[in-house]
């Protein structure tokens, strides 16, 4: 199987411009989770969604929505992009909330 | 959220056991102690987890301290394929499974 997939692998976005980094699991996990990643200072939560239909904020949300219309896709949605959104994204899920985690292998996203 | 410390970095020859510490002074009875790895330009990776008794599975070994304030994660014969960073967290159980992530233990092992 698959796991978890996401898309673009990278991505250049000048600032102000709008994109949504998708994350597909077919793994059939009830959770499911965005975090950035910068250089020193690891893994921050961004959303989650403990099951379709729900979300919640997590450490870092602002600037950033998410949609869980299914099990399956949890995309995260920059709406007006800005620098300091700069950084790595991982998708991940899990069974259900507090079993361990799958990740994605990451979106890297430069705005300029 | 409960926090652990970690070393920052740790480093092994290839072939010998590694032993890595985490603190958890703060601990809650419903917190789990999961570990993770990420190997450079991955994702993390789960590793093992648990509450209170120590636990095995095909990647390493969990040893709990009797009072749950430090844990170790025991990798029993390090590969080269083990260098990664290494994170310790805490995950209440009855909360929103959200995983705190610190700066982990960045582990060089060497051949």
């Known amino acids: 199987t698959a796991g978890i997939t996401q898309a673009p692998t990278s991505q250049i976005l000048a600032a102000g411009r709008s994109m949504t980094l998708r994350c597909t699991q077919d793994?059939?996990?009830?959770?499911m989770y965005w975090y950035r990643q910068d250089l020193g200072l690891g893994l921050r939560l961004i959303h989650y969604?403990?099951?379709?239909?729900?979300?919640g904020k997590g450490e870092v949300p602002d600037g950033y929505s998410v949609s869980r219309a299914n099990t399956d896709d949890f995309p995260l949605t920059l709406a007006s992009a800005v620098p300091s959104q700069t950084s790595v994204y991982f998708c991940?899920?899990?069974?259900?909330?507090?079993?361990?985690?799958?990740f994605g292998p990451g979106t890297r996203l430069t705005v300029t | 959220d409960a926090k652990t410390t970690q070393p920052n970095s740790m480093e092994s020859n290839e072939e010998e056991p590694v032993h890595l510490p985490c603190n958890h002074s703060?601990?809650?009875?419903?917190?789990?102690i999961h570990w993770y790895r990420q190997l450079p330009s991955q994702g993390p990776e789960y590793v093992i987890h648990?509450?209170?008794s120590n636990v095995n599975n095909r990647m390493a070994s969990l040893a709990i301290a009797e009072d749950r304030k430090s844990s170790t994660l025991i990798l029993h014969r390090a590969t080269l394929r083990d260098a990664a960073v290494y994170y310790c967290?805490?995950?209440?159980?009855?909360?929103?499974?959200?995983?705190?992530f610190g700066r982990g233990t960045q582990l060089t092992v060497w051949p």
């Open positions: 793994m059939r996990h009830n959770a």
């Open positions: 969604s403990n099951t379709a239909g729900t979300t």
């Open positions: 703060t601990i809650s009875g419903t917190d789990y």
């Open positions: 648990g509450l209170t």
């Open positions: 967290i805490l995950l209440r159980g009855s909360t929103l499974g959200r995983l705190y």
């Open positions: 991940a899920s899990s069974r259900e909330i507090s079993y361990e985690q799958y």
